[in-house]
């Protein structure tokens, strides 16, 4: 049933945040250095960053070539990996993108569905989920996941998604955002999505769309939060080495989220904190490669890195 709930319940969740994304092998240019076949995907990089915050369970596929060192990095954190399929023949996503000198943009060079193509997501236990998380993956298999929850039940119903899909299956995603409370966008896609320049009206037509949350970022310039009527802007942490940002917009997400689940109540004080979480972990994120500087951090880092960003923006 894809109704929304009318009640947001206030008592914390027992749940797991659930992810559904991808689970990739990634080949990353930057000015900086190249990596070839390192460890990504939306899901990976959410799954990882949230795990700072509360239990993640994660449903998503991979071949039967992904590496089980990969695999090794997920379980390190306690992600649930009952839902990660191993498709017994077909190859891993694979995504080949590069960064020019701004680094604010990627350009995807290549992009191999390989076993998204036959995919078909399974969520146990759909009707004890409180908070979604949809991933940038394939929309038409976000509603498939969807369509598997008690949506009434579900608190908080979230959805990333980029260029690729907005380009390729617009009436899918349209069909997906319908449904969900939450998006979250940087600055391009929203433009391309709505075709309004202006980011506050776009916001604003994407409400009409169905969210009632929306979350735009802005790369190195930080992000605007919409909530309702409620308008909320936060700069990006001041880095001054970025190595790789290729899941910046993921480990973001996975902090924004994690914190929300975390508290267990959707609040535009609680929305407030969640994308300042958000910016944290996305600020390392890009000091190394792939997931390279997420797994160095200790939970001290976090608290350590946000009292410093609250300093920084309060005036
Ligand atoms: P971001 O946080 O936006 O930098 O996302 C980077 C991750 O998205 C990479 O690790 C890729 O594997 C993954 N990715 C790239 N293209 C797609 C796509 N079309 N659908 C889902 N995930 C993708």
């Known amino acids: 049933m894809l109704m929304k709930s009318p009640v947001k319940k206030a008592e914390k969740s027992t749940q797991p945040l659930l992810v559904i994304g991808t689970v990739a092998v990634d080949s990353v240019e930057t000015p900086f250095g190249k990596r070839e076949e390192c460890f990504g995907g939306s899901a990976s ?3 990882y960053s949230a795990s700072f915050f509360t239990p993640v369970r994660l449903v998503a596929v991979v071949g039967k070539d992904f590496p089980g060192q990969y695999r090794k990095v997920l379980e390190e954190r306690n992600i649930n990996l009952e839902g990660l399929q191993v498709h017994p023949t077909g190859k891993t996503f694979r995504w080949k993108g ?19 193509l036959e995919f078909d997501p399974v969520v146990k236990g759909g009707d004890q989920v409180d908070f979604l998380f949809l991933a940038n993956f394939d929309p038409a298999l976000q509603m498939k ?10 608190k908080l119903a979230a959805l990333d998604t980029m ?14 955002i319908e449904h969900v409370d939450l998006i979250v966008l940087n600055d391009g896609e929203t433009r391309q999505l709505t075709g309004e320049n202006n980011l506050i009206k776009a916001a604003r037509k994407i409400r009409e769309m169905g969210p009632d949350i929306i979350v735009v970022k802005k790369g190195e310039h930080g992000v605007l939060l919409f909530f309702r009527d409620q308008f909320f802007v936060l700069p990006a942490f001041p880095l001054e080495s970025v190595f790789d940002p290729t899941g910046a917009g993921d480990t973001f997400a996975g902090g924004m989220m994690g914190y929300i689940s975390k508290q267990g109540t959707v609040t535009f004080d609680t929305l407030k904190k969640a994308v300042a979480y958000g910016s944290v972990m996305a600020s390392f994120a890009v000091e190394k490669f792939s997931l390279d500087r997420l797994r160095e951090l200790k939970q001290a880092d976090i608290e350590e890195r946000l009292a410093e960003f609250r300093a920084l923006t309060k005036f």
């Open 98 to 116: 590069k960064y020019d000198f701004d680094l604010n943009n990627a350009q995807t060079l290549e992009t191999h569905l390989n076993v998204l």
């Open 163 to 176: 260029n690729f899909w907005i380009q390729n299956k617009p009436k899918d995603l349209k069909a997906v």
């Open 45 to 47: 990089y959410f799954s």
């Open 145 to 154: 996941v969807l369509k598997q929850v008690d949506r009434p039940r579900v």
